[in-house]
């Protein structure tokens, strides 16, 4: 079992503290999200359940477009699609999600997520199509590329942009 990567920022709705997952790592446009899944939240295989699987991913592709020093007045987003592919059952163990942001148009963003098992093999992948409700501040940037993985190499390019 590995290691359980420190949260960043506590607890930042509620439904986070039902699920259970951590922050481990968030900057502008991006974000990775830990979850050591509860005996309640797997499936009758013993596998992480597809319905947390695809919380997870909502949850991160809408938090990588919510980055803010200040957490009580940081932007806010609503999704307004999201779609899930499933390319694999997640077995029990803790869990990595990523999620950044890809395009911006205005308040209309679209992200992308995926969820990793704990031996680091991707299990699924979610785009979302968000819209702020609290849009962040005009110089703060909210586009940028995927965190690195084992299995991915570092970008040197980073995707910027300005509020529009």
């Given at each position: 079992m590995s290691t359980r990567p420190s949260p960043v920022v506590p607890t930042l709705f509620p439904y986070q503290e039902t699920l259970g997952f951590d922050v481990t790592a968030w900057e502008p446009g991006r974000i990775r999200l830990t979850l050591a899944p509860k005996p309640e939240?797997?499936?009758?295989?013993?596998?992480?359940?597809?319905g947390v699987q695809s919380?997870?991913?909502?949850?991160?592709?809408?938090?990588?477009?919510?980055f803010g020093d200040d957490l009580e007045n940081r932007p806010l987003i609503v999704t307004l699609g999201l779609t899930t592919q499933y390319l694999q059952p997640c077995p029990a163990g803790t869990v990595e999600t990523t999620a950044h942001i890809v395009h911006r148009d205005g308040k209309i963003l679209l992200s992308e997520g995926e969820l990793r098992s704990e031996n680091g093999q991707v299990v699924a992948k979610a785009t979302a199509n968000l819209r702020y409700i609290i849009e962040p501040p005009a110089d703060q940037a909210v586009l940028n590329v995927p965190f690195p993985t084992a299995n991915t190499r570092p970008s040197s390019e980073t995707i910027s942009t300005s509020a529009e």
């Open positions: 939240l797997l499936d009758e295989n013993g596998g992480l359940s597809r919380s997870l991913l909502d949850a991160a592709t809408g938090l990588a477009a919510c």
